[in-house]
């Protein structure tokens, strides 16, 4: 009889995975998996009953069918979720419990929404419409399940989770009603229940499909020897660098750094800053906190978290030198490309559930495994519980997503047994918004104006209103050949591509004396930015050289390289912070400086650019108050007193109605959507007589994941530029259609390289010069429409004959 129930065909092998092996093997993978003890049950339950529907007969059916045709077998999509769902309803007299599971069954094939934004109608009520058949399914489903079992289990799984329950509401109860949302983190907790669920489910399938024994993830016990391990090479290393360094009262600063973030490690809170300049070691600092607190409180993971790229690289690698073993870290983000078949397969493991103890990957990847709705986002969620995260420029953290993130983060430090660490020389006022705050935070390095000090390299003057009205590009173009004879480098950084390629074709017309002219821009690919970065660093290491770099605010955070002059067009108090990163970085110079101009209206056109904006305003209204009362910001316009003032006149300027992320097509926004649900909530009413819904999560998940995009594209379209010969020969590869798919996706993977987004408006201008390569969807640039020094341009380089 527990043969009788197919969950599973291997069409090529004709293999056979019994429903019952199939349901203990996902229920051993989720007990065995979860972070959280008190989840343990609940999440028996969930894998349990997940799968119930496929007893029904024709889904039994189409299984056999693909016994007997293999691949050709015809595809059918056949729910089988929503028996489970209405299952665990009637099983449970408790409906909150019934609702979180019931939810995570109903989503394991995709997110849903608890009430359905247009007809009004609950999740369950939709489902149990649409089961016909749930009576023949839940007798077959007992005859392979014991009904006693699973009772027993309900029981301790809804005891459990009354704890949590009663947890959340002391949480919620003992903060000030700014900093929580309490149906936001029970949906959270449903997300982390379905993550669970999803993971355990995919894992027990690909373990089957491939002949493989279940996956078995590292025990607490082998994480703690890796983590002491680690640390003593960490030890090691510091010391090396100590003895073979040079005494300076600046090392004396980042050792007092460091030494603060071993002491923060010892104790028990659960969300730190690390406020300190650039050049003051918090990659390293924050390490020795992660490390020590890893081994104190026994943690699953270590999380260093970036928002961009070329900063990620950069620190992941300093993160392999000071921790030794490379196999224990796993780098997560679209430009790692393995050569070797059998690494490409260990990698995408690995990145399917972040299955290794230290994980450097991106703010974007962290966000969507948060928030997107994609079931291989949500699959890795539960890996950030009992772990600890470093987010490095945390002020990078997209304005729309504040709120979402400071909940987030609430979440997973509260209920998680999670810790977090806030990196930034300019922290963002995270607790001072109208609500959605993030709750009460320790600073690790507290002599944060000590440290400015001591690390300052650069002066910032304001030269906004040096022309009335701002400045036209010939004003730009007269005020950066003065900077640049009297400091012979200087980088200019302004807010728009436009606007850098026109200072950067008006300054070649120049006499320059020789001058090392540079452009940069995300209109160039990321190779051709990697080379340039790699060739402007040559240049800089000769103080002699004369250079000028035209640049958009792509080289404001990590990129390490030094001027002498850097000239800001008007932005946000943090970016020019971030700016001045890049100006005197070494200490070449006794002090380097740092002019904010302001550019015409008609000249950088961000009206639409509503972040933007907003900054430039703070910004605004932040220098006129420091030019009237310089003592109240220690007369420097970068100190924290500044940073702070700077973020209360942002966020005021912004309005909650961006930092709540808000939704394109409707009136709402997603942490709405995500907590209360409002208009959910309204419409069914509107549907059910003006009763109030009885069930426990009313988020409308779906509609939220579909909204949720960290980088807002916009109908941003990818092109390939054929850079140099690698690019040219990866674009040949695939044109001649005879790869298979595995090939095929590692060439792509290449090429993101050699890739390039551009506007709808960019597209259409360029028509002519885009061809598709086959039926792979890749749009390729014709060579004529891309230049080296500035990226894709809208006409030919000069003598080519229009096609």
Known sequence: ?????????????????????????????????????????IAQVTALIHDMGKTRQEFQDYMNDILEHGEYAIRHQIDHSSAGGLLIEDMSKFRSISSLIGTAIYAHHGLQDCIDMESGAGLAEKRRVKETDYEEIKNRYFQIVDKKELHDLLVQANRDWQKIYQHVKEVVGDTQSSCVDKEFYLGMYERFLLSILIDSDWSDTASMMNGEMLPERMSAEETLRIWECMLTHYRNYMDDMKQHGTYSPLNCYREEISDRCYEASQERKGRYRLTVPTGAGKTLSSLRFALNRAVKEKKQHIFYISPYNSVLEQ????????????????????????EDAVQEVIYKNLTDNWDCPLIATTAVQLLNTLFSGDKSCIRRMYSLCNSIIVFDEVQAIPAKCTELFNLAVNFLTEFCNTTVVLCSATQPSLASLPQNNLMECREMADRSETYAEAFRRVGIEDKTDLVPGGMLLDDLKDFTREAFRNYKQVLVIVNTKKLALELYESLKQEDLEECALFHLSTNMCPANREDMLTEIKGVLHDRKKPVICVSTQLVEAGIDFSFGCVIRSLAGLDSIVQAAGRCNRHKERKMGIVYIVKMAADLERIGRMKEMTAAQDACKSFLLQFHNQPDDFQNTPDSKTAVKQYYRLYYQKLGSQITQYPCSQTETSLVELLGKNEAGVRQYARHHDGQQPAFLLRQAFQTAGKEFEVISEDGKVSVVAPYNEEARALIAELETG????????????KLQRYTVSISPTMKEKLRNALYQVGDTGVLVLNDMYYNQETGVQENPTQGFLDF
Do not use: W
């Open 1 to 41: 009889m527990e043969e009788k129930y197919i969950g599973h065909v291997n069409s090529e092998t004709k293999e056979i995975q019994s429903l019952k092996e199939h349901l203990e093997n996902v229920r051993y993978l989720a007990e065995k998996n979860c972070p959280l003890e008190l989840f343990r049950y």
């Open 315 to 338: 620190n992941a690698d300093e993160i392999r030198k000071a921790v030794g073993n490379e196999s224990y870290i796993l780098e997560h983000h679209c430009n790692i490309v393995n």
């Open 738 to 749: 005879k790869k298979g798919l595995a090939e095929q996706k590692q060439i792509l993977r």
